[in-house]
């Protein structure tokens, strides 16, 4: 028993150093202010949580989140990172949970599909109550500067609904679909290493 759990935290460990690197690979969007930056770290936490369960892709997905802490610190008072968290979860707990009772390739594909969902609609969410609310007030950022980035990728950009319907929005649902392509063409190829006793 001592050795199955050894074995379990060892493989949630690799797969959270691999988000983790993973996460520092990231790119702008077009139509999205350079705030909001799509790096690919969600594929090693939904594999972690297809191959070990909901638990392991929580606990990848808060590893990931602090690896990175230590590594690059934080220059949002942690505001970044905890709603990086939260839609983390938004977008892999579903997709886990899903596959958990149906592991079928249409359960993955359901699951993710889901994710996706979760994903845009919580994160619309944590950037329009929290995130951006919580940069102006404890960042000393105004909301004209952050709405200023949104509308000179995207002139309809005029108010925050607008940067939440233009940018957070379809930039989730871009993430949550590359994320979930990414893990599906892959999944199957590493899942025997991780399924090994």
């Given at each position: 028993?001592?050795?199955?759990?050894?074995?379990?935290?060892?493989?949630?460990?690799?797969?959270?150093?691999?988000?983790?690197?993973?996460?520092?690979?990231?790119f702008?969007?077009?139509?999205?202010?350079?705030?909001y930056?799509?790096?690919?770290?969600?594929?090693?936490?939904?594999?972690?949580?297809?191959?070990?369960?909901?638990?392991a892709?929580?606990?990848?997905?808060?590893?990931?989140?602090?690896?990175?802490?230590?590594?690059?610190?934080?220059?949002?008072?942690?505001?970044?990172?905890?709603?990086?968290?939260?839609?983390?979860?938004?977008?892999?707990?579903?997709?886990?949970?899903?596959?958990?009772?149906?592991?079928?390739?249409?359960?993955?594909?359901?699951?993710?599909?889901?994710?996706?969902?979760?994903?845009?609609?919580?994160g619309?969410?944590?950037?329009?109550?929290?995130?951006?609310?919580?940069?102006?007030?404890?960042?000393?950022?105004?909301?004209?500067?952050?709405?200023?980035?949104?509308?000179k990728?995207?002139?309809?950009?005029?108010?925050l609904?607008?940067?939440?319907?233009?940018?957070?929005?379809?930039?989730n649902?871009?993430k949550?679909?590359?994320?979930?392509?990414?893990?599906?063409?892959?999944?199957?190829?590493?899942?025997?290493?991780?399924?090994?006793?």
């Open positions: 028993m001592k050795n199955k759990h050894t074995v379990y935290l060892t493989k949630v460990a690799c797969l959270s150093a691999v988000a983790t690197l993973l996460m520092l690979l990231e702008p969007l077009p139509f999205a202010p350079a705030f930056e799509l790096n690919f770290s969600e594929v090693a936490v939904l594999v972690s949580g297809f191959a070990l369960g909901p638990f892709a929580f606990l990848t997905e808060l590893i990931k989140i602090l690896l990175n802490l230590i590594i690059n610190g934080t220059d949002t008072a942690f505001i970044g990172e905890l709603s990086n968290l939260l839609m983390g979860l938004a977008f892999v707990l579903p997709a886990a949970f899903i596959y958990k009772y149906k592991k079928t390739l249409s359960g993955a594909i359901i699951g993710m599909a889901v994710g996706t969902v979760s994903l845009a609609v919580i619309s969410a944590v950037n329009y109550f929290m995130m951006i609310p919580a940069y102006v007030k404890f960042m000393g950022f105004k909301m004209e500067m952050i709405i200023g980035m949104g509308n990728v995207n002139s309809s950009i005029t108010d609904k607008d940067l939440i319907l233009f940018a957070t929005l379809p930039f649902l871009v949550g679909l590359s994320c979930s392509l990414i893990t599906g063409l892959i999944y199957k190829r590493v899942s025997p290493i991780l399924h090994k006793k």
